[in-house]
């Protein structure tokens, strides 16, 4: 068969020949065409664009629902699309957890892929509620925290995230994120071309003359911490202040509160004041502060913590010696570490808390038992680093790094060739590169580069020097250890899947202790600010993440309450290094991705320069060598990719035999393979061996089998139906007749009763002439009355829920090992069943009356209307100009909807509330902090599917107030202009409680129910007119007085005539 033309091959497992050159000139005519995605078998290779290529959008992920693989080019949105169905058991999967691994070197893509995922996954479930809104602005928020220029790429994740999406049957009900190693040394100090975190520019780029005044921060180029940012920053500004109000909308929108935000923003500029605190040498030749009402005092405020107490515990500390307290000076680089120390403290400690509540904040709100529960999880971790300068993080990301490199090759490689062979299939090996040996070199106990790390950092007159000079004595004869030419410097290399990388060990201990001066915990624990006094307050996990929440121990597998402060002594007995912090994190994300079914996206990176249109043919080769993907791609044309058991196989596709039981066995498994006509397939010793392509062609036939019993099912159905209606129609036929006879026989015996009395009446005047009749007294009339007949049905009242006297008809540590996320509840449950006027009414006195309240007039708003149906407001709107607007409150559940007159017809947008008090349109990116804030944006800005803009309000009309029964003790009608008499002037406004806004500028009348008697009433409402009464109620009227005519207690119609003199005086 002829090789197709080059660039064409979509899965490069289909080519006949294979090798690095072949794979390189595939990939290199795609890139040229744009086409940066390429299969590997169920692989994806992704490779940097550099450039905005215009394939995500809506129509592009419409495609990519529920689609055959091989019907579409290679996407993202494809595994994303594969992985959803997977997870539920659709397109011939086994429903299973899914784990989507994203790997490459720094700068290749991981993070934007990440995003582009989720997207995906929240447009498959259709999802357009504020949790799935919420999920999608979780990236951009801790990228702002997190991420970073450097060298190799302009947002790099400084740190590692696994996401985990919880889902239930098909809609997303909470999500998870476990955060890994923050580079907190990135906060002090920054390579040569590098920047600190994208949250420092923001804040010098966004933040308002009056807000830098608050946060003491002035010209950015005075800031020591932010110092390798400056030659940028004017630059990027307007590109930066941009970002700074996203972050800001997606803070809103995941649910911090403003006050949240303002503590957030207060510790972020206090990092940058204490990066200013210097010290000069005193009288005692120790360390002092420069300006002691400097930085150091600004910084205390922002904290909101004592100068003087924080002076001190940067210049010095406190020992005890023979049972004597001895003040010991810092020298100034000392108190130079101890400053770094407290600004990665406090940097570290606020990111922890924001990833915390971001958990709670996407909590699932209900109880849902997790046997009901499937997850997707994508890891989005640091890329593989190399650096003029590497250090201890360095070392770390590549750790993690050579860590997925093993999981990858123990799935790809290992474990598939070790389970042909216990399955007895014939199989040539496919030999790779295992890098275990060089895991271990890394983690072993007790001689590991991480368990010697840590044996030093526990003597306290270790050196960085004396830990290389151990790691050369235990590794010097290790193939993948190289020792440092000279031994003065703290210097060593290693060899790693990816390219030997030399790391410096200056500072490894204390980056591996990463402790605290001495006081600094208890001074900040003791803080008057409460988002600092917690997070200082709140202790480590085992994976280094702050825990604030409930707890899961191992031992006891119970919740342990955390103590309000813990001692220094038991603090510092019970912390983990950093080291055995990553250690324990690596070691639980790998619990996490085997537990689940893994999907492998391998990003490269085109070249260093991080330019568009350029494909460095030696750099992706080196990325596809040491990645193995010519080996994978050997292995994923020539194994079997899907391996399930026999009673699983059975299970799923029994169907192809057209029989609901049958046993989970050897026969029956070939059975069905030879009824489905596949071909290439294995069957082991407990197991079926399928290649990839295998499932999609299951699926198909599944398909076709569902559309023909789907068709068979129509034709029964109809047969089934048609045959009831013939029936029915002869039933209904014979019915026919049988009234056609009665009624035939009821007209005769009719016609012969008529003759009968007539003849009987002939009869009678014979025998009873008149002048012989003689007239008698009356009979007396009986003493009781008649009985009553009940009234008809339609006379009866309706039940109605009435205000004032108006129908208003319804509508329609060590033991630590994460933390257990309660989510934080909306409690809108508390009002009542969602969806009922009484509750709605209920939720709006307690909590909305002030959003509705005119900030200039202290009224009401003009646009505000009452729980009206969607019917009653288009009536509203009907004659209006376009744009006329109106916000009246939900009639189905806690919130508003926001209607409008377009050209055509009216459009409705429902607004929902969130955590923190704001609203938000449901489908719109922005978030308002009041309903007023929505009208006064989109009054200059467009709705995302509307090009128009909101005009002129949409006011109460004639007659009743629609709002009425969402007030206290009031009832309101409004003037009608034409009929009101000019002389009378309305009667006055009772006194309002203070929950009660003003109201419109409007003509109405107020009568309260404190009137209690009907004439005051009556008399006070002439000349206003009054919501007309119901037919049904006039109905009950006539009827009463219809009914008392017969009444011998009503004494010469007394009663008859006080009832219609009430009903003349309500008409």
Known sequence: MDRPPLGD??????????????????????????????????????????????IYGKNESAKYHKSKKSSLPPHIFAIADASYHA?????????????????????????ESTKLIIKQLVDLCHGNTQLEQQILQVNPLLEAFGNAQTNMNDNSSRFGKYIQLKFQQDQVMGAKISEYLLEKSRVVRQNEGEENFHIFSYLFAGLTQESSQLFGLGDPHKYRYFSSGISSFKK??????????????????????????????????????????????????????????????????????????????????????????????????QANDARDAMAKAVYGRVFGWIVNKVNCLLAPEENIPEDQLKEIGILDIFGFEHFEKNSFEQACINLANEQLQFFFNQHIFKMEQEEYKREGIDWNEITFVD???????????????????????????????????????????NPYYMKAPSSKVPVFSINHYAGKVTYDATQWLEKNRDTLPTGIMEILQSSKNPLVRTIFRGQISRTGSLALQGRTIRSSKRSRKLAPIMSRKSAAK?????????????????????????????????????????????????????????????IRREGFAVRPAFE??????????????????????????????????????????????HIEQLSDILTQMGTSAIHLQRVVRGFLARRRCKRLREKARLQAVEVEKLINMVAELGSMSGTFQSRL?????????????????????????????????????????????????????????????????SNKNKFGQPGTRQATAVWFKETQTNHVIDEHSGKFASWFHGIITRRQSEELLKQKIVGCYLIRVSESRFGYTLSFKDVERCRHYMIDQLKNGKFIIKGEPKVHRNLHDIIEYHKKNPISNWDGRLTVPCGQEQGECDYVDLMDGLYFVLEDKKNARQSVAPPPVPQESPGIPHLPPRNYSVQTAALSDPKNRLSNMVGRPLPQLPEQYNRLLENQVEQHKYDPLNHGGRENKRLSTTRNRLH
């Open 648 to 693: 699983e196989f059975v299970q799923k596709y029994k169907v192809i035999m057209c029989q609901s039981k049958l046993q989970g066995t050897c026969e029956n498994c070939i059975k069905i393979l030879r009824a489905s006509k596949l071909t290439g397939w294995h069957v082991g010793k407990t197991k079926v061996f399928l290649k990839y392509w």
């Open 435 to 477: 890098n275990k040996p060089l895991l271990d070199m890394f983690l072993q106990k007790p001689i590991g580069l991480l368990a010697l790390l840590d044996e030093e950092s526990k003597f306290p007159k270790a050196t960085d020097q004396t830990y290389v000079d151990k790691v050369n004595f235990h590794f010097m004869k």
């Open 9 to 54: 091959v979509e899965d490069l497992a289909t080519l006949a020949k294979l090798d690095e050159q072949i794979l390189l000139k595939e990939l290199k005519e795609r890139y040229k065409q744009n086409k940066i995605y390429t299969y590997v078998g169920d692989i994806l290779i992704a490779v940097n664009p550099f450039q905005d290529l215009q």
């Open 236 to 333: 990027k500004l307007p590109e930066l202040q941009q970002q700074y109000d996203q972050l800001l909308n997606a803070m809103d929108l995941v649910g911090f509160t403003d006050e949240e935000q303002g503590n957030v923003f207060s510790i972020i500029a206090s990092v940058l004041h204490l990066g200013n605190v210097t010290f000069d040498t005193n009288e005692h030749d120790g360390a002092a502060v420069t300006n002691p009402n400097g930085p150091v005092k600004m910084m205390s405020r922002l904290l909101s913590i004592d100068s003087e107490e924080v002076q001190a515990c940067l210049t010095s500390m406190v020992i005890v010696t023979s049972g004597e307290y001895v003040k010991k000076l810092y020298s100034i680089e």
């Open 761 to 825: 009446v002939e009869e009678d005047k014979k025998r009873h002439p008149k002048d012989k009749m003689k007239s008698g007294p009356s009979p007396p009339v009986p003493e009781h009355p008649p009985p009553r007949s009940p009234a008809p049905d339609y006379l009866k009242p309706t039940k109605t829920t009435s205000s004032c006297g108006t129908q208003v008809e319804g509508d329609s540590d060590d033991d630590i090992i994460e933390d257990d996320f309660q989510p934080i509840l």
């Open 574 to 634: 019970r912390k983990l290094t950093v080291g055995a912090q990553f250690k324990n994190s690596l070691n639980i994300l790998m619990e996490k991705m085997t537990s689940a079914t893994p999907i492998f996206v391998r990003c490269l990176k085109p070249n260093h320069l991080k330019k568009a249109n350029t494909f460095s043919d030696e750099y992706i080769l080196a990325q596809l060598l040491y990645t193995g993907m010519l080996e994978t791609t050997k």
């Open 87 to 111: 997870m539920l058991g659709l397109m011939g999967h086994l429903p299973c957890n899914q784990c989507i691994l994203i790997s490459g070197e720094s700068g290749a893509g991981k993070t």
